[in-house]
């Protein structure tokens, strides 16, 4: 499975950014995906996860309600949706591809395959 991000860029505070993550590999509709994010000098952390099928979602409490997940099976596609972005939403995010057998959504040593990442950046 290959992973490309794509969307960043730089905003000022309360914009909106949408991120795409295309898949490669047969194997993405049957996968939950996740996006996470690491801002300089800190840990990797959790976003948001979506099951295979898109029916369950799941957030950080820092995202919750300012931040959508969803995916198309059919363009092997995940995306995260981000509005009222703040300055401390700047990170690189990176998107992640989970094996089946890996554990919580939330724990990044679940997933796989991970994408390059893609710079997010929001002024104040």
């Known amino acids: 499975v290959q992973l490309v991000e794509r969307g960043g860029g730089l905003v000022q505070a309360g914009s909106s950014l949408r991120l795409s993550c295309a898949a490669t590999?047969?194997?993405?509709?049957?996968?939950?995906m996740g996006w996470f994010r690491q801002a300089p000098g800190k840990e990797r952390d959790f976003v948001a996860a979506?099951?295979?099928?898109?029916?369950?979602?799941y957030y950080a409490d820092s995202v919750k309600g300012r931040f959508t997940i969803s995916r198309d099976n059919a363009k092997n596609t995940v995306y995260l949706q981000m509005n009222s972005l703040k300055p401390e939403d700047t990170a690189v995010y990176y998107c992640?591809?989970?094996?089946?057998?890996?554990?919580?959504?939330?724990?990044?040593?679940?997933?796989?395959?991970w994408g390059q990442g893609t710079q997010v950046t929001v002024s104040s």
């Open positions: 992640a591809s989970k094996a089946l057998d890996g554990g919580s959504n939330y724990d990044a040593t679940g997933y796989d395959y």
């Open positions: 979506i099951s295979w099928s898109g029916d369950y979602t």
């Open positions: 590999g047969r194997t993405f509709s049957s996968r939950a």
